[in-house]
């Protein structure tokens, strides 16, 4: 069974900068494109960010966009966040999602592999 292994969460204050990487366990065999979620407390799940299997097609949600880079090496299996200008509303626990496809799907339902998530806290 493939996993999504996630990493690079933490504490940060605002204005600061993480890096989340996103890996599959093991090389699948399959197109698979990839998207960021996230959940506040209290609050629904919703896409932040995907991209897909060429990396020549990405999206971004209106709260994120010019802060937020998402890209992946397939040589290594691995996907990336790249969040800079955090700002305390970007607090969450960040999930990895991958469909199997060329494309991504910006709803949750559309994902079919998820990582165990990685909180992100964001001080004021």
């Known amino acids: 069974q493939v996993q999504l292994v996630e990493s690079g969460g933490g504490l940060v204050q605002a204005g600061g900068s993480l890096r989340l990487s996103c890996a599959t366990s093991?090389?699948?065999?399959?197109?698979?494109?990839m998207g960021w979620f996230r959940q506040a407390p209290g609050k629904e799940r919703d896409l932040v960010a995907a991209i897909s299997w060429s990396g020549g097609s990405t999206y971004y949600a209106d709260s994120v966009k010019g802060r937020f880079t998402i890209s992946r090496d397939n040589g290594k299996n691995t996907a990336y966040l790249q969040m800079n200008s955090l700002k305390p509303e970007d607090t969450a626990v960040y999930y990895c999602?991958?469909?199997?496809?060329?494309?991504?799907?910006?709803?949750?339902?559309?994902?079919?592999?998820w990582g165990q998530g990685t909180q992100v806290t964001v001080s004021s």
């Open positions: 093991r090389r699948t065999g399959r197109r698979l494109s």
């Open positions: 999602a991958a469909v199997t496809g060329s494309n991504y799907g910006t709803a949750m339902d559309q994902y079919d592999l």
